[in-house]
């Protein structure tokens, strides 16, 4: 049975093991992005309730805090909406706020391209595997003898079980890459609801119910400066 293997796996010059590493390698991607994907919306979720329900009673510092205790990535778009609420226009937050919630979903969508290149190869792997394969079979039999079926349609049959196994690999691989990539762009849309509604109540809050050190000072009213101006320039004239 050990050797039925092995020659299995060097069938077609090693192409059939290069299509087994590539079938673990596809699974384990699947694996690690859907409990990726599954855990990022019940903690976003999670993350969009409670700060959001914070703001909606004015409570920014606990809405901050939150965000700071979360696991969640999500909560690295609500910080930086913290961070530049007060210091720069709302124009400028909403856009930093949206810069840096692409930046999350580029992450969501990472090793995607693993399962692109395996589903786009491994058929291609497993017909050169073949065609070596049959190459090799023809290659072995003796031109001066009758040639039976029987003595072709084994190795023939065998190198054709790699192409098989390149096409099942590369079906399993694209199935799991437009699923992943399907089940991403919804949690986009949703990521993209929660990030506007967390804009919302943050920029409709009070000026006053920002922490000191988020807010900036009041602009001097330019009729004071000009009389302030006026009063220095009376004293030094003095």
């Given at each position: 049975m050990k050797e039925s293997i092995w020659e299995l796996l060097l069938a077609g010059y090693g192409s059939m093991a290069v299509i087994v590493v590539f079938s673990i390698i596809a699974l384990a991607v699947g694996i690690e992005r859907a409990i990726a994907q599954w855990s990022f919306v019940v903690r976003a979720n999670e993350l969009g309730e409670a700060v959001n329900k914070a703001?909606?009673?004015?409570?920014?510092?606990?809405?901050?805090?939150?965000?700071?205790?979360?696991?969640?990535?999500?909560?690295?778009?609500?910080?930086?909406?913290?961070?530049?609420?007060?210091?720069?226009?709302?124009?400028?937050?909403?856009?930093?706020?949206?810069?840096?919630?692409?930046?999350?979903?580029?992450?969501?969508?990472?090793?995607?391209?693993?399962?692109?290149?395996?589903?786009?190869?491994?058929?291609?792997?497993?017909?050169?595997?073949?065609?070596?394969?049959?190459?090799?079979?023809?290659?072995?039999?003796?031109?001066?003898?009758?040639?039976?079926?029987?003595?072709?349609?084994?190795?023939i049959s065998g190198a054709l079980v790699v192409t098989a196994a390149g096409i099942v690999v590369a079906v399993l691989s694209v199935v799991q890459y437009n699923y992943f990539n399907q089940r991403a762009a919804r949690i986009a849309t949703e990521m993209k609801l929660l990030t506007d509604e967390f804009l919302e109540n943050l920029l409709e809050l009070p000026t006053d119910s920002l922490p000191a050190k988020g807010r900036t000072p009041d602009p001097e009213p330019a009729e004071k400066t000009a009389k302030r101006k006026g009063d220095d320039d009376t004293r030094e004239a003095a």
């Open positions: 703001l909606s009673r004015g409570a920014i510092e606990a809405a901050r805090s939150a965000s700071d205790r979360s696991p969640s990535p999500l909560a690295d778009v609500f910080i930086v909406g913290f961070d530049k609420l007060g210091k720069i226009s709302n124009e400028r937050v909403v856009t930093s706020v949206h810069r840096e919630r692409l930046r999350v979903l580029g992450d969501l969508k990472k090793r995607f391209w693993i399962l692109g290149t395996v589903g786009a190869t491994a058929p291609f792997i497993g017909l050169f595997g073949t065609v070596v394969g049959i190459m090799k079979a023809m290659g072995d039999l003796d031109p001066e003898k009758t040639v039976k079926l029987g003595e072709i349609s084994g190795p």
